[in-house]
């Protein structure tokens, strides 16, 4: 039988981890299941925790004025969902939803961060680490609203001509 703190060993965003850090990780985690369809946080609302996708696959999401709700990533296994626990005011910028039965780990964002704060090295590590899944999510929401609204815009010239 594995334990968390052997999945969050295995998992990509904790690799090469030190071992003591996991431990104290692993006090803050515990195992969620999202059903399909399940919303599992709004944008707006407190964000306290985020998510080691084990399985399944999440659905994050926009809403744009005239456009409705709009996907900007997909999540699968391997992948973390929610970086917002982090950053004051804690409170979440997308729309998370689950696209089918999802199994994961949910880390207590407040939790980990009384532990950041009486561990700075463990505080930093994290950083690094949600810094790329920052850029990453930036990037693809970039990228979806580039192509919506440049779709629109040639729509528009083209119905113009």
């Not at 985690?29 to 696959?57: D, H, P, T």
């Not at 999401?61 to 970086?83: C, F, M, R, S």
């Not at 039965?101 to 950083?127: N, P, S, W």
Request: hydrophobic residues 40%; negative net charge.
């Amino acid at each position: 039988m594995r334990t968390l703190e052997t999945v969050l060993a295995e998992h990509p965003f904790f690799a090469g981890l030190e071992q003591r850090y996991l431990q104290i990780i692993v006090g803050c985690a515990s195992n969620v299941v999202f059903e399909k369809g399940q919303i599992i946080f709004r944008e707006g609302e407190e964000a306290n925790r985020f998510y080691l996708i084990r399985q399944g696959r999440v659905a994050l999401e926009v809403h744009a004025a005239g456009i409705g709700t709009l996907t900007i990533q997909t999540l699968d296994a391997g992948d973390i969902l929610g970086w917002s626990w982090l950053v004051p005011p804690y409170r979440w910028h997308f729309d998370a939803r689950a696209v089918e039965l999802t199994r994961a780990i949910a880390l207590d964002g407040e939790c980990l961060r009384r532990k950041c704060e009486e561990d700075h090295d463990l505080g930093y590590e994290l950083l690094k680490r949600f810094a790329e899944i920052i850029t990453q999510r930036l990037q693809a929401t970039r990228l979806q609203l580039l192509d919506v609204y440049g779709a629109e815009g040639h729509i528009s010239r083209r119905g113009g001509t």
